[in-house]
């Protein structure tokens, strides 16, 4: 059922501008002034262009009394275009759904469940190619039929061509992988509490992130899960479930409007804040294409994120925090970082985040570059913004660039090569008096 609506609702998205025409010709939302806008163009696709309607009640006999209306005014835009199909109508696909189609499709191995080289053995069974690590970006980009690599830069990543729909696949149903583009998995891997850690996701929903900071502690520690949607922690509830996911509290609250200074609270050592944002970074894989943001909405989106980011800090056990978000924007972005950090003055610093990830921070502020970002051109993944903060202390050594996680997995260049066996130490011979 999950899928069937998500396909109607790509469908709807996919003829949303014909469907406003067609709306604004029939005057149906003026004649139903009840009618919310966007069911509108549910039902009116499902009457018109999908399978027919699936709903019943009074929706379903006003959408069929507005019938013959909504099909004058169809045909009329046919005449106008000078086309006979439906498809016809749709504007041609724009540079996004190009971004998309070199995109790869990520999957993160769950370790819940399973482990890496057994993921890679069911797919080769699958009849899947399996090519080894990858080396470069480009080897990415050059996937292409039923071949998938070992991510270069994450070690629980397998990457398959752009078109690969895994949705289906028994892995998948079964909570062995998670389809996670890969910088949406970079703040939990950046974050990288050790087992036993107690750690805030603070806008947690739909759960991947969470699942993955659960399979980072090896489900050892504490791990509180907020969002305020009732529906959608209940959809994150039945994802951490399927993941094999314990030792998560779901807290169905504001984050804002936590206490830090609850007990309940006093051992939290790591946060991972991915709040509410534009989205522009989102590369979708149809043809529609969102507005942009005003700066209006921008000006609001940054004010809430730069409070909600503060209140984070004032957990006082608190010693790392990554802040992420899927925006381009640099309002929300480097603008917000800046603007705390001279809030808190020497408490808190920036710590430089996955140093061989070749695209870096704007040079909005000194330090700026120590923030990574993603693109699709650059990093061939979603547009994403990460920074690492952590918290100073007066004559402590300098802290690690590189998480726990980092640590156990060292990237190439980062002090192994890759596939090397670990150095033996050689034991000191004991004096005997």
Same mark, same amino acid.
């Given at each position: ?46 009457l018109l262009f999908g399978k027919g309607l699936k709903c019943g009640g009074r929706w379903k006999a006003l959408a069929r009394r507005h019938r013959p209306r909504l099909e004058a005014e169809l045909a009329r835009m046919k005449v106008r275009h000078k086309v006979s199909r439906n498809e016809d109508l749709l504007a041609p696909e724009k540079a996004v759904s190009t971004a998309a189609s070199q995109v790869p499709r990520y999957v993160r191995v769950n370790i819940l469940k399973t482990c890496v080289n057994d993921v890679i053995e069911f797919f080769k069974h699958q ?32 990457? %398959? ?63 509180? $899960? ?112 800046? $603007? ?44 994403? %913004? ?9 004559? $402590? ?37």
């Open positions: 059922h999950v899928r069937q609506l998500y396909a109607l609702v790509s469908e709807t998205l996919r003829y949303a501008s014909v469907l406003e025409k067609l709306l604004d010709g029939a005057a149906l939302l003026q004649a139903e002034k009840k009618l919310p806008p966007q069911l509108a163009k549910v039902l009116v696709y499902d009849g899947y190619a399996y090519l080894g690590k990858a080396a470069s970006v480009e080897e990415l980009k050059a996937l292409s039929g039923k071949k998938f690599l070992l991510d270069l830069h994450l070690p629980e990543l397998l990457v %398959f061509p752009s078109q690969t729909d895994l949705h289906d696949n028994l892995l998948y149903t079964s909570g062995h992988i998670i389809l996670q583009d890969k910088a949406s998995c970079l703040p939990a891997f950046l974050l990288g509490p050790v087992a036993g850690s107690h750690v805030i996701d603070a806008c947690a929903a739909p759960g991947n992130k969470t699942s993955h900071l659960a399979a980072i502690l090896k489900n050892k520690g504490q791990i509180f $899960a907020f969002d305020v949607d009732p529906k959608r922690v209940a959809t994150m509830n039945t994802l951490l479930t399927r993941a094999g996911v314990t030792g998560c509290q779901l807290v169905q609250q504001d984050f804002l409007t936590v206490d830090p200074r609850d007990r309940k609270y006093s051992r939290v050592t790591h946060i991972l804040l991915d709040p509410s944002c534009s989205g522009s970074g989102m590369v979708t894989r149809g043809p529609g294409e969102e507005a942009a943001p005003s700066a209006e909405r921008l000006q609001a989106l940054a004010g809430f994120q730069r409070r909600v980011l503060s209140h984070a800090l004032s957990f006082p056990a608190l010693q790392r925090l990554v802040y992420s978000t899927c925006s381009l924007h640099q309002e929300e972005n480097e603008d917000v970082v800046q $603007a705390v950090l001279q809030e808190w003055g020497s408490a808190f610093r920036l710590v430089t985040a996955f140093p061989s990830w070749p695209c870096r921070g704007l040079a909005a502020f000194s330090g700026a570059e120590s923030c990574l970002r993603a693109s699709p051109a650059e990093t061939l993944t979603h547009g994403f %913004f990460v920074a690492v903060l952590e918290r100073c202390r007066d004559g $402590a050594a300098a802290h690690s660039s590189l998480p726990a996680a980092a640590k156990e997995n060292p990237q190439p260049g980062e002090g192994t090569e890759p596939g090397a066996a670990p150095k033996k130490r050689k034991k000191k011979k004991r004096r005997v008096k």
